[in-house]
Every structure is written in C-alpha cells, then in structure tokens.
C-alpha cells in the first residue's frame, strides 16, 4: 500500500479494494463508514480544540498579552484541559425548558456542522463525498444549524436566549443569500457545483486571480457574509456578551455548551475551507502562467500543507476583525446585508457572468 | 420576579408585544448590580426603570458614626475610580469649616492626584465603552495604561484603589522622592498611547454608526436631570466645577473646559477622550513646579466642627460630587449627605435609551460612567 503524500487517491482506492476483498460489499461500505466517520470526529475534535487555542493565542496577541500559558508548554494543553473540565460538569436544565427540544438543539447544531465538513476536499483524493452539487449541498446542510440555534433559544425559556435566537435567526437567514450568491459567482466562473473540478480548475491560477475583479469582490463578499453566518465579532449578536449575557447558550452547560462552542468553531473552519477552495485553489500549489521552477518548488510542498494553511490564513484574517472591531446593531447588520451585500452581489454575478461571456479572464 | 409577575396581574389590559426583561442586578453590562427593568417591543425599547440598592452599604448613615478624618476612608469606597476626588472633597469641606488654610504644597500635589485620578478613571471607562460595543481589545489597551498610574499610586501612598491619601490639612504623607520623575515619563508615555486609542476606536466605522445620533439629551433634559461631567458637558451644559468653582490648584492652571453640542454618544465618547488630554496638560503645568513646604497643617488630634451646614463640590470624573456636612458641633457629623454624580446621570437613561435598541442602551449606559455603588452609596 504506497502512501503518497501528493495524492491520497491510491491510499483511498487501496483501502476500498482490500475491505471489499475481505467482506461483503455491505459491510465493506459499513465499515468504511465507520472508518470515515471516526477520522471526522477525530479530526472535528482535534482542530477544534486547536482553533480554540489559536484564537486565544491570536487574541492574546492583538491585546498584547501571553494568552494560555501554564497547561503544557506554551499553554498548549489549555484547551483539552477546558475541554475535560466541560465534559465533567453537571448538566443544568431549567425547569420550565421544554425538554426534548432543549436536548436536541446542540446536536442539530453540531449535526449541520459535520455534514457540511463532509464534501471539502482536503488534498487530493482526500475527500469522503463528492458530489456534483458540492456548493449547493454545502449552502444547503450549513443552514440546518440555524433551527437548533432557534430551538435552544426557544426551549431554554429565558428571555435573553430568546431574543439571541431571534438575532440570530434574522441575522444567518439573511446572509445565507450573501453567502450562496458569492459562491454562485464563482460557480458561474467555475462552470461546476463540484468541489473537486472546481479545484481541478484552478491548477494554473486560482479562482481569486484570474477571476480578477468580480473574483476579488465575492471573496470579500463572502468573508463578510461567512463571518456573519458562523455568528461571529463583529456580527457576534446572537451571544452578544454585554447585551444577551450569552445569547441563545444562555442556559446551557458542560458538555452542551461544549457542542455549541465547538459547532461556532468547526463553522468558522468551514468558512475558511470553502473560502480557500473556491477562491484560493483549495489543495492547489501556488502557480503563476510560465515561472516554470518556481512552479515544481510549489509543487514540491504537499496539497495537505497548501489546503491548511490556506484555511489558516482565512481564519487569521477572520479572527483578526474579530478583535478589533465593535459589534453591530441589529437593524445595521440587516441593513447591510438587504441594502449593500445583496445588490452589490447580483450586479456581481451579472459581472462575471460577463466576464465569462466574453472570456476575459486569464 | 414577584415585580414581574405584579405588573403582569395588575396590567388587565396585558399587551402580548411588550417584553420585559431584567437586565441586572447580575448582568455584564450593568457593570456592577444595577437592575433595570426593561421595557421592549422587540428589540426597541420603550422603558426603562432603573431598580438602585443593591449594593446600598449605608455610607452616609455610618459617617455620622465616625470621625471626620475617618468618614474620608468611607468616600473611597462610593465612586472607587475617582477616589481621590472624594477624599478630597470630604477634606475640602472641613478645612472649610475649620477655616483652615492649606499650604500650596498640598494643593498642587492634590490636583495632580486628581487629574491622574482622572486619567485613570476615564482610562478605564474607555476599556469597558469598547468592551460594551463589542471591541473586547480596548480593555487591555486601556488596563496598560492604566496600571502604570495605579503604580504611581501605590509607590505614593501605598494603596492602588482606594488612596485614602487626603487628610483634613493636607495629604497623609508627603510625596515619593521618585513622583516628579515617573509622572513625567508616564506623560511621555501615555501621549504617544492616546493617539492609539483613537486609531482603535475613535475613528472606527462601525463606532460612529453605533453612537453618532444615538441617546440624544438636550440641553435642557441634561439641566433638568442634572446630568453633571463629561456626560452633561456632551449636551454642551457647563458644567465644571474646576472651572466655576476653581478648587485646590485649579485657579493656577490653564486648560479648557471640553464642551460639545452634538449630545449623542459620540459626543459623551469624544468628550471623555479630550478631557484626558486637557488632564495631561494640567499636569504638564503643575508637575514641575510643585513649591516647597509642608505637606499637610498640623491639626489637632480630634477634629470638631463649628455647628452650621457646611457644602463642598469637586469635579470627579463622572461630575460634580458634593458633600453636605451638618455638624452640631462634635466630633462626628450630626448628618452627612453625598451628591454623587452617578445618581443623577443614571436617571436620565430613560430619557436617552427610549425608542433606540437594547445595543444603544448597553452604548448609553457605558457612556454614562455609571460606578454603582456611587449610585447606591
């Protein structure tokens, strides 16, 4: 079984071909679910707890402090120490929640979260579905998490939780528009819904150069409206700390809250991930038209790298308006999204609708 | 709760769109335990009622107890920002009534604490104002600068808080030999911060859209509420005591009264920021040419008050702060009255927050500088 690190295409073929030797195919494509669904969860659990020390390490750093410092060296082990500490505290319910919704509002959250993490394309071949309608899946899954955003803030029967849920409801089915036209124009460039064409075309140059300007203006568009969407500073309003105390999470506690504060995070790496496949080449080494060496040194840095730290600089770029700018109001979040985001993103897709017409991108 | 519950069976008429929402006394932004009960359809607010006491310690009651050097210990603990201030008003007031000059010494050395007082306290409203709105790294930015003013404090008199430095006749103990100098680095230091804050803040987008136009207090609402401070010179009200009523080594300094007529949010944030620069003049005057001399009067060991009424204000950092003194000639005060700034401005928030969002009451609020057991003394 050779292992390659530039394309996991054999390795997933390999492991595919030798449990359908060994079983039948129901239990072949049984166990390869299972096998998928642990690498996710490990995965989800692991660069969640990272993404949550990075954002105190990035905020620490904007504010000039040390951020986590005692558990482990640099403070590296704070998270899974928050994490244990979460996972052992009581469970507090309200008494007039309404039970079963109360329940069932962190999992459709976190739930929403994994089945949007499902089509990314991490590197080549390193991918569990990909399907020919990849964006609208995506577009589709990633608004389910806004039902049991209004659900917890429902069913805790708490005012403030309530009012965080309304926020927040207005606030991601507004941008949802903003979100899926930016993606819609670069679909239009692309001419595929499919992740991995969609990357494939972007071996000579990605998406966000050779769509020039129109490009340039979804991807803002679409950092904004993201931003918006994973409720994140400055667009924070549903947990809006000095309004809402903590918005729709208000009552929840150990590992509930843990579902919720990880589902915020794994959104944001969503963001970022579909931010740097559609935008910036995905896996896709940087390349420029006839630099030939300079192209083979990029390609020599494996996809899995590229992919990372693509996603890495999209949430540092999100994390770092996150620390410096003041929340908006309500009204001025719609505002900005019915009256500025939205116009500004149909023109957009008309724009690179005719720049595909007339063929004038690189 | 039960208050809830009352206005819900009392109200026959129960409109279903009104909501009412405690916000307080545990609440991030009330910073302390102030309740208010809120009114909203929505996100608007339509009322808002202010619920004090829950921090109420019975400051002037216990003053009629304790002696006059003493009851200056108990003024620390209302408006714990402007302690200063409220030490030395109390001290103000019965050198007044024992017609007691201090020397000049002692007034110079008084206003410097006020004005880094000042600093201090408006420093820090500049943390929570960002941390309010949502921009969580105005806090440390203002905490830096903070800390080294705290640090000033404490190698003056010993404590970082609650200085308790005034004393009937003069201060507690003279200044550190190091005073003069770490005053004059920290001016140095904190000009070339101050522009940071407005780079920070100040001139941010989403900033002026949150408070431009935003809790408007006229003129004469301000008068009428007797808003005082900053937040009542935002509404263009005179209001400053250290200029109509100069005090210790005021009437030696020049600087501005900072006015504005704009009376919105932005207006009471501007204020505030300008006011730390006029601050750090006054100190720039006063700090080289502290004269020589004794650092307090000799007083006797028990102080009595003549009988009378006796009134002295200052300006604090959040506005004109009094003490009433009624002596019946013994050694303790028969009754002891604070007007404290905060009580005042605190009840002109309905008048600003109504009609605007729950956002703009937390940005209302926070411009108020409101120190809750100022209101509750």
Same mark, same amino acid.
């Given at each position: 079984m050779a292992f390659n690190i530039y394309d996991f295409t054999t390795l997933t073929h390999n492991i595919h071909v030798g449990l359908a030797e060994s079983f039948s195919p129901f239990m072949a494509t049984t166990i390869e679910w299972v096998i998928v669904g642990v690498v996710y969860l490990l995965f989800i659990a692991v660069f969640g707890l990272f993404l949550v020390y990075a954002e105190r390490k990035v905020c620490a750093a904007f504010q000039q402090r040390l951020g986590p410092m005692r558990v482990g060296p640099w403070g590296l082990l704070q998270t899974i120490a928050d994490f244990i500490k979460l996972l052992m505290k009581e469970l507090i319910m309200p008494r007039k929640a309404d039970y079963f919704l109360y329940n069932l509002a962190p999992f459709l959250v976190i739930i929403a979260s994994f089945l949007a993490i499902a089509v990314l394309p991490f590197a080549k071949g390193l991918q569990s579905m990909d399907f020919d309608i990849g964006v609208f899946y995506l577009t589709a899954v990633s608004s389910v998490g806004v039902i049991g955003i209004l659900l917890a803030g429902w069913s805790s029967n708490n005012k403030y939780s309530l009012i965080g849920a309304m926020r927040s409801g207005a606030q991601i089915l507004s941008y949802e528009l903003s979100v899926s036209l930016s993606l819609m124009t670069m679909v239009v460039f692309a001419g595929s819904m499919q992740f991995s064409t969609i990357v494939e075309g972007q071996r000579d140059a990605w998406f966000i150069f050779s769509g020039h300007i129109p490009a340039i203006i979804a991807f803002i568009v679409f950092l904004i409206a993201g931003t918006a969407e994973t409720n994140r500073g400055p667009f924070d309003l549903a947990e809006a700390e000095s309004e809402l105390v903590a918005g729709f999470h208000t009552e929840y506690s150990g590992i509930k809250f843990a579902m919720f504060f990880l589902a915020e995070y794994i959104n944001l790496f969503i963001i970022s991930a579909v931010a740097a496949t559609v935008f910036l080449g995905g896996w896709m080494p940087l390349h420029f038209g006839n630099l030939e060496s300079f192209n083979h040194v990029m390609d020599f840095i494996p996809p899995i790298v590229w992919f990372f730290g693509k996603v890495l600089f999209v949430i540092f770029i999100i994390m770092w308006f996150k620390w410096t700018f003041p929340r908006l109001r309500v009204d001025q979040i719609l505002t900005l999204e019915w009256k500025y985001l939205l116009p500004i993103n149909l023109v957009n897709i008309l724009l690179m609708a005719l720049v595909v017409l007339t063929k004038f991108h690189f | 709760m039960s208050e809830i519950k009352e206005v819900i069976i009392n109200n026959d008429r129960l409109a279903t769109d009104e909501y009412l929402v405690?916000? +307080?006394?545990?609440? #991030? =932004?009330?910073?302390?335990?102030l309740r208010l009960l809120v009114k909203l359809e929505g996100e608007k607010v339509l009322n808002v009622q202010p619920h004090s006491g !829950? &921090?109420? =310690? +019975?400051i002037e009651k216990m003053c009629e107890a304790i002696s006059y050097p003493q009851i200056i210990h108990l003024t620390d603990r209302m408006d714990y920002l402007s302690a200063h201030m409220n030490n030395e008003a109390v001290a103000l007031c019965v050198e007044k009534a024992l017609q007691v000059e201090v020397p000049d010494r002692v007034k110079y050395i008084r206003t410097i604490m006020d004005e880094l007082s000042r600093l201090a306290s408006h420093q820090l409203w500049w943390c929570v104002f960002g941390m309010d709105l949502g921009a969580l790294t105005t806090f440390f930015y203002g905490l830096r600068d903070r800390e080294l003013i705290l640090d000033i404090f404490e190698e003056t008199c010993g404590a970082r808080m609650t200085v308790s430095y005034n004393t009937p006749g003069g201060v507690m103990f003279d200044i550190h030999p190091n005073f003069q100098k770490r005053v004059k680095e920290y001016i140095k230091y904190f000009k070339t911060k101050l522009p940071e804050y407005d780079k920070l803040l100040s001139g941010n987008v989403i900033l002026r859209e949150r408070t431009e136009g935003i809790g408007h207090l006229s003129l004469v609402d301000a008068i009428d509420f007797g808003v005082t401070g900053p937040s009542g010179r935002a509404s263009g009200f005179s209001c400053d005591v250290r200029k109509h009523v100069p005090y210790s080594a005021y009437p030696f300094v020049k600087f501005n009264e900072i006015l504005d007529h704009r009376c919105d949010t932005y207006a009471r944030y501007e204020v505030r920021v300008r006011e730390m620069w006029e601050s750090i003049s006054i100190i720039e005057q006063l700090i080289d040419n &502290? #004269? %020589?001399?004794? !650092? %307090?009067v000799k007083m006797k060991g028990v102080l009595k008050l003549p009988e009378g009424e006796f009134y002295q204000r200052v300006e604090s950092a959040r506005g004109e702060f009094g003490v009433f003194i009624v002596s019946d000639g013994k050694k303790n005060p028969y009754r002891v009255k604070f007007r404290s700034p905060g009580f005042s401005n605190l009840f002109a928030l309905n008048n600003m927050a109504k009609g605007h969002k729950i956002a703009d009451l937390v940005a209302i609020m926070s411009t108020l500088d409101l120190i809750i057991p100022d209101i509750d003394r």
């Amino acid at each position: 079984m050779a292992f390659n690190i530039y394309d996991f295409t054999t390795l997933t073929h390999n492991i595919h071909v030798g449990l359908a030797e060994s079983f039948s195919p129901f239990m072949a494509t049984t166990i390869e679910w299972v096998i998928v669904g642990v690498v996710y969860l490990l995965f989800i659990a692991v660069f969640g707890l990272f993404l949550v020390y990075a954002e105190r390490k990035v905020c620490a750093a904007f504010q000039q402090r040390l951020g986590p410092m005692r558990v482990g060296p640099w403070g590296l082990l704070q998270t899974i120490a928050d994490f244990i500490k979460l996972l052992m505290k009581e469970l507090i319910m309200p008494r007039k929640a309404d039970y079963f919704l109360y329940n069932l509002a962190p999992f459709l959250v976190i739930i929403a979260s994994f089945l949007a993490i499902a089509v990314l394309p991490f590197a080549k071949g390193l991918q569990s579905m990909d399907f020919d309608i990849g964006v609208f899946y995506l577009t589709a899954v990633s608004s389910v998490g806004v039902i049991g955003i209004l659900l917890a803030g429902w069913s805790s029967n708490n005012k403030y939780s309530l009012i965080g849920a309304m926020r927040s409801g207005a606030q991601i089915l507004s941008y949802e528009l903003s979100v899926s036209l930016s993606l819609m124009t670069m679909v239009v460039f692309a001419g595929s819904m499919q992740f991995s064409t969609i990357v494939e075309g972007q071996r000579d140059a990605w998406f966000i150069f050779s769509g020039h300007i129109p490009a340039i203006i979804a991807f803002i568009v679409f950092l904004i409206a993201g931003t918006a969407e994973t409720n994140r500073g400055p667009f924070d309003l549903a947990e809006a700390e000095s309004e809402l105390v903590a918005g729709f999470h208000t009552e929840y506690s150990g590992i509930k809250f843990a579902m919720f504060f990880l589902a915020e995070y794994i959104n944001l790496f969503i963001i970022s991930a579909v931010a740097a496949t559609v935008f910036l080449g995905g896996w896709m080494p940087l390349h420029f038209g006839n630099l030939e060496s300079f192209n083979h040194v990029m390609d020599f840095i494996p996809p899995i790298v590229w992919f990372f730290g693509k996603v890495l600089f999209v949430i540092f770029i999100i994390m770092w308006f996150k620390w410096t700018f003041p929340r908006l109001r309500v009204d001025q979040i719609l505002t900005l999204e019915w009256k500025y985001l939205l116009p500004i993103n149909l023109v957009n897709i008309l724009l690179m609708a005719l720049v595909v017409l007339t063929k004038f991108h690189f | 709760m039960s208050e809830i519950k009352e206005v819900i069976i009392n109200n026959d008429r129960l409109a279903t769109d009104e909501y009412l929402v405690n916000m +307080g006394p545990q609440h #991030p =932004s009330t910073h302390g335990v102030l309740r208010l009960l809120v009114k909203l359809e929505g996100e608007k607010v339509l009322n808002v009622q202010p619920h004090s006491g !829950y &921090i109420h =310690s +019975g400051i002037e009651k216990m003053c009629e107890a304790i002696s006059y050097p003493q009851i200056i210990h108990l003024t620390d603990r209302m408006d714990y920002l402007s302690a200063h201030m409220n030490n030395e008003a109390v001290a103000l007031c019965v050198e007044k009534a024992l017609q007691v000059e201090v020397p000049d010494r002692v007034k110079y050395i008084r206003t410097i604490m006020d004005e880094l007082s000042r600093l201090a306290s408006h420093q820090l409203w500049w943390c929570v104002f960002g941390m309010d709105l949502g921009a969580l790294t105005t806090f440390f930015y203002g905490l830096r600068d903070r800390e080294l003013i705290l640090d000033i404090f404490e190698e003056t008199c010993g404590a970082r808080m609650t200085v308790s430095y005034n004393t009937p006749g003069g201060v507690m103990f003279d200044i550190h030999p190091n005073f003069q100098k770490r005053v004059k680095e920290y001016i140095k230091y904190f000009k070339t911060k101050l522009p940071e804050y407005d780079k920070l803040l100040s001139g941010n987008v989403i900033l002026r859209e949150r408070t431009e136009g935003i809790g408007h207090l006229s003129l004469v609402d301000a008068i009428d509420f007797g808003v005082t401070g900053p937040s009542g010179r935002a509404s263009g009200f005179s209001c400053d005591v250290r200029k109509h009523v100069p005090y210790s080594a005021y009437p030696f300094v020049k600087f501005n009264e900072i006015l504005d007529h704009r009376c919105d949010t932005y207006a009471r944030y501007e204020v505030r920021v300008r006011e730390m620069w006029e601050s750090i003049s006054i100190i720039e005057q006063l700090i080289d040419n &502290i #004269p %020589a001399g004794d !650092y %307090a009067v000799k007083m006797k060991g028990v102080l009595k008050l003549p009988e009378g009424e006796f009134y002295q204000r200052v300006e604090s950092a959040r506005g004109e702060f009094g003490v009433f003194i009624v002596s019946d000639g013994k050694k303790n005060p028969y009754r002891v009255k604070f007007r404290s700034p905060g009580f005042s401005n605190l009840f002109a928030l309905n008048n600003m927050a109504k009609g605007h969002k729950i956002a703009d009451l937390v940005a209302i609020m926070s411009t108020l500088d409101l120190i809750i057991p100022d209101i509750d003394r």
